[in-house]
Each structure stands twice: as C-alpha cells, then as structure tokens.
C-alpha cells in the first residue's frame, strides 16, 4: 500500500470508529463509561479514551455525570436535530394525508435507545382521538410503533433493543419475550405492528415502519379509541400500507 493510500485507510478507520462510539452512546441516553464504551464497540479502552477526548473537543460528547460517563453534546445533537426537522418536514404532507383519509390522529416516531421518540403529529378531528406529545417517550415493546421499528432491525439487534426497552420503562413489563419475538418476525412479513391496548387501557394502534433517506428507521402509527379501533382496524390497513409506498414512491 503507498502512502497516500496508508493515509486515506487510516483516516477511514479513525472515523469508523468515532462514529462507532456515537452510535453506542446514542443509545444510552442517561451516558456511558469508557469502560462500557470499550466493551460495547470491542476498542482497547486506550484508543476509547483517544476517540472520547476528541470528539469532547469538538462539542459531540460531553460529560454525562461525576462518574465519568459521557453522552451526546450540543454539537451532535444540533445536526441531529436539523436532519430530523428536514425529514419531518418532508414526510408532514403525507401524515396530514393519510389523517383526513382515516379520521384519526396519525403519529411519526423514531427510535431513542429503548425508546420510541413521538417527532411529529396530527390530531384526528372526530370528537374523541387519541394523542400523545411530540417529544414523549414509549417503550419499543409493547407499542405498534415501538414493535414496528424493532420488525427493520436484525433479529439480534431487536432482541438487545427489547431487553433495553423493557429496562428503560420498568413500568410496562414485558410479558412474553417469545411471543413477543414471534410477533415481530410475523410484522416484517406483513409490514403491520399492532398495539391492542397493551400501552393504554382504550387505546388501540396499527404501526408501519420504513428507512428514511439517513439510515433512520422511522414509524407511522395510527392510534384510535379500542372500540372504534376494532370495527376500523382493517380500513386502517389498507390506508397505512398505501401512504407508506406512496412515500417509498415519491421520496426513497
């Protein structure tokens, strides 16, 4: 290899490893040690702390808790926050669609660690609907779209998130980890998740996911009154389904 190319190499695998540290620290949002760091990546802790004390100068890291532990910084999260507006933004004409075709509220989330990140939303309009906070937080495990985003993950990597989710929300147990893991292999064939008031007492959902242009996986979900929800449920389907290849279409 000549030197030019030693050089090119070796850059790439400084920033393969930079953004292998980002991406082990997103997913924790509370922080990690570097020694959590090293094992969650399998880097020497020396060549963690390297990495670490880089990207802390930078502003992507900063320090978590008097334990050492890190997490994102502004830096990152400022260009997170700009991608995930410009996504949000694309993909609002959609949702606004597909609410005034099924008269409810419709939902788009992301994935934060365990976590299923509400980003966006528009209200139904009947009298009585279901909404949830943009920016609030919902476990992986037992939502439609949490089971959704999970069906676009490797098997391996959905079980290491079920486990993560089911710690972070402590307050919704996970009942069967087999049925649930049986559940979702069923959601990447049909591309439907279902959430049968397992989140909320009376309240139901059907979720899909897909990948946006970023890598980022992403769930539209329709929430519903359980009652309504059960008479609506296979119209809900159909209309999921084509407002998630229409954006295929158009957009990916």
């Known amino acids: 290899m000549d030197p030019v190319q030693e050089r090119n190499s070796s850059g790439i695998q400084v920033i393969s490893r930079a953004a292998s540290v980002l991406n082990a620290v997103e997913q924790t949002p509370e922080g990690l040690s570097l020694g959590e760091i090293s094992r969650e990546i ?7 702390q390297r990495i670490v004390a880089a990207l802390t100068d930078v502003g992507f ?3 978590a808790s008097p334990t050492a532990k890190v997490k994102l910084g502004p830096a990152i999260l400022r260009l997170a926050a700009s991608t995930e507006t410009d996504v949000t933004k694309t993909l609002r004409p959609f949702l606004i669609n597909l609410s005034r075709e099924v008269q409810e509220t ?11 990140l509400f980003v966006d939303q528009i209200q139904g309009k009947r009298r009585l609907v279901a909404v949830s906070a943009i920016g ?11 089971k959704a985003i999970l069906s676009l993950l490797s098997p391996k990597d959905a079980d290491d998130a079920v486990t993560r989710s089911a710690r ?7 009942q ?7 559940e ?26 897909l990948t946006d242009p970023f890598g980022r996986v992403i769930a539209m979900t329709i929430p519903a009154p ?14 999921l389904l084509a407002c998630r290849a229409e954006i295929v279409k158009k957009l990916l």
Request: glycine share 6%; net charge negative; charged share 30%.
């Open 176 to 182: 069967d980890r087999d049925k649930l893991l049986a």
């Open 61 to 63: 890291l900063i320090a």
């Open 136 to 146: 609030e937080r919902f476990p992986l495990h037992c939502t439609a779209n949490g």
């Open 226 to 239: 359980a009652e309504r929800f059960r008479r609506n449920h296979a119209s809900y389907a159909e209309k």
């Open 184 to 209: 979702i292999e069923q959601v990447r064939q049909t591309g439907l998740a279902y959430d049968r008031e397992e989140m909320t007492p009376g309240i139901s959902a059907i979720g899909t996911a």
């Open 168 to 174: 972070e929300h402590a307050d919704h147990p996970l």
């Open 42 to 48: 399998d880097l020497p802790r020396s060549t963690v």
């Open 106 to 116: 419709v939902d788009l989330s992301t994935q934060r660690g365990g976590s299923v």
